[in-house]
Every structure is written in structure tokens, then in C-alpha cells.
């Protein structure tokens, strides 16, 4: 009330501890409360809006595992809403186990961050998506550090990389299959090149076996000639 009999009454009657205010500066603490308020409010609401118009996955866990806060990009993801995730641990959500899982004790970046106080850690890993499927995730977890020097949160983004990671596969089969095929057609040009130097080393072998053979033949028809012409002399002479 703004009466000021009540607020007159008010303080003489009060125990001595407790405080009163007038209503004049309650209002003006209350209209202050509420500018504060409604900004803080504004900036919420802005920084959701921004967070959920981010492609990436974007979670907010707790050191025990459970997650906070969540994007709309994440939501969707796993065809969850933010009262089914919102409360539960990351594994029961990420990997759909109920319990703190294999992947947790060996390649979680969360566990890999707390045991080696590390600024960020970024891992490629297997996630279970919402149809039970195993799908390849880019991950990058960043810690927030408390005043006391723990962490508080940590804030896991990541990507749905299978489809990059379908397509290298892809791209290294084909890759493969055309050094495969290069590789081939260089033996058969090999074997090609080796049977004809086999078929010109031939060839020289054969020319110089024929010159070697032509060497004594002409040396024996050169002596039938020589043969022949003194046969003939010989003839004449004895008809004359």
C-alpha cells in the first residue's frame, strides 16, 4: 500500500530485525527487477534463436554426465524433444545404452578433456542415430572452467560426417580400381616392350649366325668359280 498510516504502523509494530520497505522505492526496485528481467529474457531468447538456427549439434553436459541444454539442430537430429533429452545422461541419449558404456571409458573427448585438463579435444567417433544406426560424428568438446578451478560444463558440438566419410570411401575405391587398372596395363606394356626386345635380340642373333654361314659359303663358291674357270682353261688347251 502507499498509505503511509500503514507503512507508519507497519514500523512500529515490527520486530527489530526484519527490514521494511516504503512503496514507492519497492516499485522502483520492482520496475528496475523487471528492465533486468526483460533484457536478460531478450538475450535469451536471442541466444536460443541463434543456437538453434546452428547446423551443428550443440550440447551442454554437466562432469556427471547430464546433458543441460541442448540445440534444435541436436533435437531433430536424434527425433527427440528437450523433455526427453533435458535431465538424461549423455550415453543414454548419444549411444542409447542405460549405462555408462564402452565408448565412455575409451574414446569419449568428455573423459579424455577431465583426465588431461586439456582446452578442447576434437575425436571422430561412432553414434547411434534415431533410427539404431551407426553414424560417423565430428566431435569438439570444450570445457567451462568454475571460479574453484573445476570444470562445470562442458559443450560438445559436432557433425554428421558418414555421408564425407561414404563418399572418401568412394573416392578410394575408385582410386584403387584405376591403380589397379594402370598397374595392369603397365605389365602388359612391360610384356609387350620384353617380347619384342626378345624378338630384336633375336633378330641380331639370327643376322650375325647368317653372316657367320655366309662367310664359308662364298668362300666355297668363290673356290667352284675359281674351280671351274681352270677346268675350262684346261679344256681349251687340250682341244687346241
Known sequence: SNDAGVLESI???RPYRIRILSFDVFRFL?????VV???LNKRTREMETILNHIQDFIVVITPDLEIVEANQAFLNYMDHTREEVIGKKCFEILQKESHFCDICNTSCPINEVMRGRLASKRINH???DKDGKPRYLDDIVYPIWGKDGTISRFIKIGRDITELKDE????TVHLEKLVEERTQELKDKNTMLLHQ?????LGKLSAAVVHEINNPIAGILNLLTLMRRIMEEETDSTTS
Not at 520492482?30 to 523487471?34: E, F
Not at 572418401?168 to 573416392?171: A, L, M
Not at 626386345?197 to 635380340?201: C, F, G, N, T, Y
Open 11 to 13: 514500523l512500529n509494530t
Open 126 to 128: 561412432v553414434q547411434i
Open 168 to 171: 572418401q570411401k568412394k573416392i
Open 197 to 201: 626386345d626378345k624378338l630384336a635380340s
Open 30 to 34: 520492482w520496475h528496475d527487477i523487471g
Open 37 to 39: 528481467e526483460e533484457e
